[in-house]
């Protein structure tokens, strides 16, 4: 007998098939089994499903059974198919691909065509989506349909897959990185290498992601369906608020619930994500296509990320924002590979989500976990130094937990002052520290009620301070020490390789401080510093901005205010509160006061651009919100009366105030010297914890190094 060329194409299709025997095992126990079952296939295109229902209909064939394969697209009528394709056969299997319409797959197959069938039937059906919920919570089909759901092929497969296409194995590894094992994209990358083309490199062809979105992608209503699309490509997850800041738009519903009802799109605690390889062929093809665009929306997260950390209270909610931003730096060369977790996106941020960080100070055997962590690494001694430190309340311990509940690493924070405290004469002979305080006693500047903080020890128990998931998430998390729960005048962070870490340290703002380099278990640790006096959380997140999207990131010096700010001492500062008051309510009243130049304004204003009119208005909101706080204060509301009554609103003279609070005089005094002494408290701690675009103070003397070029 002739073969025909339908023959050799079926048979050749089967030489090609690669992988799925989870799939493949269900399907041939189905057929054994000989009872009726419905298998629904789904996932996004190109994932494989027509190339499965090809491999079922031939082990149906193999079992002695009649295949008929349908295309949902082209069927006109189902009770044509019925009465001119489909056998009324007990042993029927039918296979119906392309339901990727839930009307067609809920009206048309499950109510008209499925309930006709021989009850001994095998129905194969395949769609993008999963089957309508009505139909996995129909009592009638719990014994009856099973659910396929498709994802890409492991590494093994996909090599498999490469070599049969001929791919050379000197180059399998850069398809793999790409594809991500994704059938489609595999058999685009092994096209073009049949056709002397590059398989794939950093950045792959124009040609292949264009055919990819073409396949992965449903249809695309608007332009502005299209940008939502490839926004939710520029960040780690997308939120319907994150999506109206990226859109430009009020209400970002409509584009929002249309992404989460694409295949190519997945949902997730943080919010919906495109499937990795969507993400990274919409992200190829924007860099090509509208490079501007792109770092247009990077701007636009960075900006609302910025504005749900300083706006929010929601210390869970600010966390993770922190992996949002730092996924903005993945391309980066310098901290790219330092974020590796992060960067990796959607399986990155699953494998940091199951990781715990303990809610707080760790003790008993948590503590004993740390400790035991600190001698695998670092020697007995350490292991003694996280227990003595546990005791001191300048200290604490956190623990990193894996989803197994076991201590996957650990950190240990120290506040410390310019000079030990007095009081502290059991505090553990740390090297650390010796070398931590001897540098701030010299040239640290604290002034009273500032602290340094020092990360005396961090590090994951099966990477030590490597690049890791662990490691990344104690980066994260001690980033919000630093801008929220502690707010340091000054961080100091050793590493016990700071070479490799230097041009990550010098990319965030951290200079290498070789004068506070330590000793310990015979290894030598070198120190690194950030001043936030200098540059401040919101100027420091604003310069992790710039530097993201420029071409030389070392370029972006840190922000700084053009002339230096002042550090006035407790006393310094009240008189100047004092004299601020009196001049609150006149046009110019505060045009030479020397809170102008200090922290408490600075982190008002837009960075190194506020002129003196700004600076007036900051200084004029910051005494008026510490006023507003006195008056929600039922303890300091009467305080508050005779501040409004004399500075706020001034009644014109001390008497008057007095009348109109019906307060002898003496009382009104008392109430008014009270509510000076709050109001500048208030004032004095905000003006200590800083934070603000424009806060940056120039070169002090003996101060921290400035972040220089990494060679």
């Known amino acids: 007998m002739t073969d025909r060329l339908g023959d050799r194409l079926v048979t050749a299709r089967e030489e090609g098939f690669v992988g799925r025997r989870r799939e493949t095992a269900a399907f041939r126990a189905l057929l054994a089994a000989g009872r009726g079952a419905v298998v629904y296939v789904h996932g996004p295109g190109g994932i494989g499903k027509t190339t499965l229902l090809h491999h079922f209909a031939q082990l149906a064939r193999r079992a002695g059974r009649p295949a008929v394969r349908l295309e949902a697209a082209g069927v006109r009528s189902y009770e044509e198919e019925l009465t001119e394709r489909i056998p009324d056969r007990p042993d029927l299997v039918l296979l119906i691909d392309g339901l990727d319409d839930p009307r067609v797959a809920r009206d048309t197959v499950h109510r008209e065509l499925l309930p006709r069938l021989p009850a001994d039937a095998l129905v194969a059906l395949a769609g993008r989506t999963a089957p309508p919920l009505s139909w996995r919570l129909d009592p009638a089909w719990q014994g009856l349909l099973r659910l396929l759901p498709l994802g890409p092929l492991d590494e093994a497969d996909s090599r498999e897959l490469l070599t049969r296409r001929g791919v050379p194995p000197a180059v399998q590894d850069q398809g793999l990185a790409f594809t991500r094992g994704h059938p489609l994209a595999l058999a685009l990358v092994a096209d073009v290498a049949a056709h002397g083309g590059e398989a794939a490199g950093a950045d792959p062809s124009p040609q292949i992601v264009r055919a990819l979105l073409a396949s992965l992608l449903e249809a695309v209503p608007t332009p502005l369906h299209r940008t939502a699309l490839e926004a939710s490509s520029q960040v780690l997850s997308t939120t319907e608020p994150l999506l109206a800041a990226l859109l430009q738009v009020a209400d970002a519903r409509p584009y929002f619930d249309w992404l989460c009802g694409l295949s190519a799109v997945e949902s997730g605690l943080r919010g919906v994500h495109p499937h990795d390889l969507v993400r990274d062929a919409l992200d190829a093809e924007l860099r090509w296509r509208d ?213 990550g340290c010098a990319y965030v703002d951290f200079a290498r401080l070789p004068a506070a380099d330590f000793t310990a278990a015979g290894r030598r640790f070198g120190m690194f510093v950030h001043d936030w006096r200098r540059v401040p959380a919101l100027a420091w997140l604003a310069m992790l901005t710039e530097r993201e999207r420029a071409e030389d990131p070392f370029a972006v010096t840190p922000p700084a205010a053009s002339d230096p700010l002042r550090v006035l001492d407790r ?79 001034p009644a014109g003279t001390q008497a008057r105030a007095a009348e109109l609070l019906r307060l002898p005089m003496t009382t009104y005094r008392r109430h008014l010297t009270a509510g000076v002494a709050r109001l500048t408290e208030l004032l004095w701690q905000e003006e200590l914890e800083g934070g603000g675009p424009g806060a940056g103070e120039g070169d002090r003397p003996g101060g921290p190094p400035e972040v220089s070029r990494p060679e």
């Not at 020697?379 to 546990?390: F, K, N, P, T």
């Not at 311990?397 to 197994?404: F, K, L, N, Q, S």
């Not at 002979?429 to 640290?444: F, K, M, S, T």
């Not at 310094?572 to 001049?583: N, P, Q, Y």
Request: glycine share 8%; aromatic share 6%.
């Open 571 to 649: 006393e310094e500062f009240a008189e100047a509160v004092r004299d601020a008051l009196r001049g609150l309510v006149r046009a110019d009243g505060l045009r030479d006061s020397p809170l102008l130049r200090t922290r408490l304004v600075a982190g008002r204003c837009a960075a190194g651009e506020a002129g003196p009119k700004e600076r007036a208005a900051a200084l004029r909101e910051a005494v008026r919100a510490a006023a507003a706080a006195l008056e929600a204060s039922p303890q300091d509301r009467r305080a508050f009366r005779a501040l409004h009554h004399t500075y706020l609103r």
């Open 291 to 503: 490079p501007e665009r792109r770092a247009a929306l990077h701007r636009r997260a960075s900006a609302y990320y910025q504005r749900l950390f300083t706006q929010e209270d929601d210390r869970a909610r600010q966390r993770a924002v922190l992996a949002d931003f730092a996924y903005l730096h993945r391309d980066s060369p310098v901290v790219g590979p330092l974020l590796e977790p992060v960067a990796r996106g959607a399986a990155g941020a699953a494998r940091l989500d199951r990781l715990s960080v303990s809610p707080g100070p760790v003790s008993g055997g948590e503590l004993v976990e740390a400790c035991t962590i600190a001698a695998i690494h670092e020697g007995i001694e350490a292991a003694r130094l996280v227990h003595d430190w546990s005791r001191r309340p300048e200290a604490e311990t956190y623990t990193v937990r894996g989803p197994d509940g076991v201590a996957a690493g650990f950190y240990t924070l120290i506040e410390l002052g310019g000079a030990p405290p007095a009081d502290a004469p059991d505090a553990p002979d740390d090297p650390a520290v010796r070398a931590a305080r001897g540098w701030l006693a010299e040239h640290g500047e604290l002034r009273g009620g500032e602290t340094a903080l020092l990360v005396r020890f961090w590090m994951s128990r099966d990477e030590y301070q490597a690049v890791s998931p662990v490691q990344t998430l104690i980066t994260l998390r001690l980033t919000h020490h630093y801008l929220t729960d502690h707010k340091p005048a000054v961080t100091l962070l050793p590493f016990a390789d700071p070479e490799f870490w230097e041009p």
